[in-house]
């Protein structure tokens, strides 16, 4: 019983460490852009295809904020992959709306329990260019 509660506890423990060190990388790296000069923010940005208030945007929100897309697209069975090789620009677009999304606490919850392709066009803003997608047998995997 007393190694359940210590692996239990050190489970919690690891977690909010992962949390504590995941939010000091985002911090870092947003830290990082906003001592860039104005042209060097718009020559990434440019390069990027994005405007610089959206790489500062998203260089807040961490290198993570949309690990949740690739999971949807391989629940979805698309091939994450092949749409940034063939798709690049909508990839990135998709990008910037996970990034932003509001839902990822029921996206994360539907991922891991296997029920997102069931409900992800309940509250997923990529919804619509996923079942696209989807439709599409040139970008599905295997």
């Not at 506890?9 to 909010?16: C, D, K, N, P």
């Not at 697209?73 to 092949?82: G, H, R, S």
């Not at 090789?85 to 932003?100: G, V």
């Amino acid at each position: 019983m007393d190694m359940l509660v210590n692996d239990s506890a050190r489970t919690v423990f690891a977690r909010l460490v992962d949390w504590f060190a995941k939010g000091w990388e985002s911090s870092a790296e947003a830290d990082m852009i906003a001592s860039l000069d104005d042209f060097t923010i718009q020559s990434i940005a440019h390069d990027c295809g994005i405007s610089p208030d959206q790489l500062i945007e998203l260089a807040k929100a961490g290198p993570h904020a949309a690990d949740e897309m690739i999971g949807m697209m391989k629940a979805l069975n698309v091939d994450p992959a092949e749409i940034e090789l063939r798709l690049r620009a909508q990839f990135r677009d998709m990008q910037i709306t996970c990034a932003h999304c509001t839902h990822k606490g029921e996206c994360r919850k539907d991922l891991a329990s296997g029920a997102a392709a069931e409900n992800f066009a309940h509250y997923c803003g990529n919804a619509n260019e996923l079942n696209v997608l989807r439709a599409n047998p040139d970008f599905l995997l295997g």
